[in-house]
């Protein structure tokens, strides 16, 4: 058996030369800028999250990039890699994901970056591409298949998500929960996707869910407006 001084593996840790090659670095970075952008792009016209996409979307070049330089760096020295991993451990992210679409986008983002510093390229282009094709694909399927045509934001103190619910389901012809807060002061915030059948029905809606409190907040938009 092979025993290892710990004096030495600190020295090989500590000594342990980085190679960067810097040409490949630049090239990288600036790939992962121009990925990211077009994948911010595809998610400000495709996704179906109804937060502000455009806003979300400003990170992924930042996000990306990030990440290209983060393993390009550890990818070469076992040390930073560990050290990598105990700073991981302290830190904490506190990003307010309220959304699975807005997670999976995240995920993509830093896959790139992952793909792009791990010198995986061809993988991460084709990757990217058919991914890419996915979320196009998506947005025609998704669209034939919904009837739904109206985002309903409905904001107020003191009234509960099943009165809400029981309004909306009276007086559509469907009713889709895509958002829901609550917080300790009791100001419920909540978003429906709902399809009806006349506009007299929304005024029956706005005026039944004014009699629930009279803090209520109501926002209309048209799907078609994302």
């Keep these: 058996m092979v025993k290892i001084d710990a004096q030495t593996f600190e020295d090989f840790l500590l000594n342990q030369p980085i190679h960067v090659n810097y ?25 179906t999250s109804i937060s502000n996409r455009k806003k979300f979307s400003s990170n992924f ?4 990039t990030t990440t290209t330089l983060i393993i390009m760096v550890v990818k070469s020295s076992l040390a930073l890699s560990l050290g990598l991993v105990g700073a991981l451990s302290i830190v904490r992210f506190r990003a307010a994901i309220k959304e ?18 791990a010198g995986q390229l061809i993988t991460t282009l084709i990757s990217f591409v058919i991914i890419s094709g996915l979320i196009w694909g998506r947005h025609f399927i998704y669209k034939k298949e ?4 109206l985002y309903l934001t409905i904001t107020g103190k003191n009234i ?27 100001f419920l915030e909540a978003s429906f996707l709902i399809d009806f059948n006349s506009f007299e029905k929304l005024e029956i809606i706005k005026k039944e869910l004014k009699g629930l409190s009279k803090s209520v907040g109501i926002t209309y938009l048209d799907k078609s407006g994302f």
């Excluded at 389901?169 to 829901?180: D, E, Q, Y």
């Design 146 to 149: 919904e009837n739904q045509n």
């Design 100 to 117: 699975p679409e807005e997670l999976a986008f995240l995920f993509l983002t830093i896959a790139v970056g992952l793909g792009l510093g």
């Design 61 to 64: 070049v930042l996000i990306t």
């Design 160 to 186: 509960t998500l099943s009165d809400v619910v029981k309004i909306l389901n009276k007086n559509s012809l469907s009713v889709h929960l895509k958002r829901f807060d609550q917080s300790e002061t009791d």
């Design 23 to 47: 040409l490949y670095l630049i090239f990288a970075l600036i790939l992962s800028a121009l990925l990211s952008f077009a994948l911010g792009k595809l998610y400000i016209r495709y996704g």
